[in-house]
């Protein structure tokens, strides 16, 4: 494939910060981003994990910041480190969301350290707000696994050209012991993964991504001392069509099933949207959004997105918590939500 088609495939699959990136040296360059919003529930149940929305007006919750410094340290060997102040993270506390190694050579690229999960179609770019339409990426996908985005391991990424126009993308990957924490809504969670292993497929063309992923962990929940297997499976596919963009995304495990499809319609700086989806099993429930993008700068943006989540009254009833942190029948609470969100995001 000519290298300049592969790299209009690349912009376009991964519209990341490091386009704003400000270099300090020949090799070495510091992007950044951000998002903060207004957001409201009428439903008093904590809505969505790592963000906890209510009833009462939030300027918190969805509050993401992020550092990212690359440096081309010699030949093909380079260097990236991303630290972030996720939603759920005091400013004192960020997160070191990546530090890893790469070495690339021919069409193999190596990589050592702490790595993203390549698991779904925004997984590289998931905090980076003004890379993708929406306020949020779709939760009943994105947070389907607690808000685990990293490992710790290695990776080695194969790129062939099927065709003038094709390029197919595989990469398997191995992640050592790990401990995460996380809070679920009162509740302190601890996780020990003993080993994660996995392989990702991209099938890339000019206006289309095909993502497919599968992944193998082997993890307990602290202080249980059995260890459980978890086999992960996500599909996701992309496609433009003139100001047209449409996507959609599943996953699945021996717990759930989870699924989002997207369309959106560009007109100038203005992009309306609308999503759909539902989740299965552990989580049971359904949601509809739609919003507009408005686009300030090529790096500043700003959504209004109304969000509305509901289930079925036999699953509220049995005390299923659907997106919300809690089942909302332990609060006394409506089984629905309505979702208000105004949110500003940036790169630079």
């Known amino acids: 494939m000519n290298k300049t088609l592969l790299s209009t495939i690349i912009i376009a699959a991964l519209p990341f910060c490091s386009q704003a990136a400000i270099d300090v040296t020949d090799n070495f360059s510091i992007s950044g981003f951000g998002s903060t919003s207004i957001t409201q529930s009428d439903n008093k149940t904590p809505l969505f994990v790592n963000r906890e929305i209510t009833d009462d007006t939030c300027y918190d919750c969805d509050t993401t910041f992020g550092l990212q410094a690359d440096w081309a340290m010699w030949g093909e060997l380079s260097s990236s480190v991303q630290v972030v102040k996720r939603p759920q993270d005091d400013w004192s506390g960020p997160e070191l969301e990546w530090a890893y190694l790469a070495y690339n050579y021919n069409n193999l690229s190596f990589k050592a350290g702490r790595l993203r999960l390549p698991l779904f179609l925004a997984s590289e770019y998931y905090y980076v707000g003004q890379a993708y339409t929406w306020a949020r990426p779709p939760q009943e996908v994105y947070d389907s696994l607690l808000g685990f985005n990293y490992y710790d391991g290695l990776s080695v990424s194969w790129q062939y050209d099927l065709s003038d126009e094709i390029v ?86 021996n717990l759930q099933t989870n699924w989002y499809a997207s369309a959106s319609y ?34 500043v943006s700003i959504n209004a997105e109304w969000q509305n989540i509901f289930m079925d009254r036999e699953d509220y009833n049995a005390g299923n918590s659907g997106q919300f942190v809690a089942p909302p029948i332990a609060y006394g609470e409506d089984k629905d939500a309505q979702l208000y969100t105004v949110m500003l995001n940036f790169v630079f």
């Open 266 to 299: 560009n007109i100038d700086k203005f992009t309306p949207y609308v999503v759909y989806g539902e989740s299965h099993q552990r989580r049971k429930s359904n949601s509809i959004t739609t919003g507009v993008r408005y686009d300030i700068t090529h790096t």
């Open 168 to 253: 197919l993308t595989a990469m398997p990957y191995y992640g050592f012991s790990n401990t995460n924490k996380m809070d679920y809504g009162s509740v302190a969670l601890e996780f020990d993964t003993e080993r994660i292993a996995g392989i990702s497929f991209d099938i890339s063309g000019f206006n289309y991504r095909v993502h497919m992923s599968y992944m193998n962990a082997k993890y307990r929940m602290i202080p249980s001392p059995t260890y459980d297997t978890l086999n992960f499976y996500t599909l996701g596919a992309e496609y433009s069509l003139d100001q047209w963009q449409f996507m959609a995304e599943v996953d699945a495990d």
